[in-house]
């Protein structure tokens, strides 16, 4: 916690997830007594590392090639096991 006002500030709390109340961002989080919560996400530093950017993927001729190849047998039907046999 890094807001100075709230009564954990200084602590660590795990944080299972996220959700949205009114607009505002909360973390659902442990409390200390195990109980669970819910704490504005700006009185934590959640956000304060650098954003990671995302890795781009170039594909070459031959690649994309590949990659139409495997897309179109995946959208082929499959035949079910032993359909079109005789008895």
Not at 30 to 48: E, H, K, M, N
Not at 51 to 69: F, H, I, K
Request: hydrophobic share 45%; charged share 20%.
């Amino acid at each position: 916690m890094t807001a100075t006002t709230h009564p954990l500030f200084g602590e660590l709390v795990r944080v299972s997830g996220f959700k949205r109340w009114n607009g505002v961002l909360l973390l659902v989080v442990a409390l200390p007594d195990g109980s669970p919560g819910t704490i504005r996400a700006d009185a934590t530093d959640v956000f304060a590392s650098a954003p990671v950017e995302p890795s781009r993927m170039v594909l070459d001729g031959e690649g994309l090639q590949t990659l139409r190849v495997l897309v179109s047998a995946l959208q082929r039907p499959r035949r079910a096991a032993g359909a079109g046999k005789g008895k």
